[in-house]
């Protein structure tokens, strides 16, 4: 039996895959995924904060990100942490956005996990060093 941390481990590299019946098979039905409200890539995406339900995080994965993000995300994990059913990543994320600007910012997720799969995910992060890297100076709006 997996413990919370390596279902987390697995969780994370499912995300990542690109492929939707791996990512499907890790998130309960009802999976909730929630950021920030307004934070920089959901405005550059034109799309929502908290993401409920596995299709609309496949969606997201799949067909939204990588329209800011065409050339993929480089993670630099910095740690994790478990207890209980709740595991913490704290990682720094470097890309190049679709508009050609660099980006890298640090961020910390909370996964709620119910067996091996997750049922909660809380993101955080610097959300102001984030509009700054996608939208410069410009007025924040959808860009990709």
Known sequence: VMTSKEAAVAVWR???SGDADRIRAV???DAEW???PEYATAVALGVTHHMIGAEAIVRFML???PRLFPNG???EPISVTAEDNRVIFEQRHSATLANGRAYALDYVFIFEM???RVRRIREYMDARSGYHQIF???TPGRIA
Do not use: H
């Open 114 to 116: 119910a067996g091996s």
């Open 73 to 75: 995300m480089e993670i």
């Open 34 to 36: 929630r950021a920030p």
């Open 63 to 65: 067909d939204d990100y």
């Open 27 to 29: 998130l309960t039905d």
């Open 14 to 16: 499912a995300l990542g």
């Open 136 to 138: 410069g100076a410009a």
